[in-house]
């Protein structure tokens, strides 16, 4: 079993910044993936980022490319989102997910193959 705990959320300006953490507790095995997602009000909830535990490959959706930056560190087991240059649609809650098999980048983009998920942290970016 593993626990996820997101911290790091707030309100900003936007081009303004954030650091999200994630701390896990449990055995985080060498298989896992990491994953950040994210929803809005009246949305569904959406792919951000994702870094394999193992060799910190990393993926991003488009929106946020150059922009947000997913890292690990293993020996805290800790995963970060920072999170630069930020615009009003950036604003949501935001989750952190543990994935047990890296399988496919597609499988590795969808919410639903996820296996364990923190409470969320609101970011808000105002303009």
């Known amino acids: 079993q593993v626990q996820l705990v997101e911290s790091g959320g707030g309100l900003v300006q936007a081009g303004g910044s954030l650091r999200l953490s994630c701390a896990a507790s449990?055995?985080?095995?060498?298989?896992?993936?990491m994953g950040w997602f994210r929803q809005a009000p009246g949305k569904d909830r959406e792919f951000v980022a994702t870094?394999?535990?193992?060799?910190?490959?990393?993926d991003y959706t488009d929106s946020v490319k150059g922009r947000f930056t997913i890292s690990r560190d293993n020996a805290k087991n800790t995963v970060y989102l920072q999170m630069n240059s930020l615009k009003p649609e950036d604003t949501a809650v935001y989750y952190c997910?543990?994935?047990?098999?890296?399988?496919?980048?597609?499988?590795?983009?969808?919410?639903?193959?996820?296996?364990?998920w923190g409470q969320g942290t609101q970011v808000t970016v105002s303009s």
């Open positions: 997910a543990a994935k047990r098999w890296a399988e496919s980048r597609s499988s590795r983009r969808s919410s639903y193959e996820y296996d364990y």
């Open positions: 449990g055995r985080i095995f060498s298989s896992y993936v």
């Open positions: 870094i394999l535990w193992s060799g910190g490959t990393t």
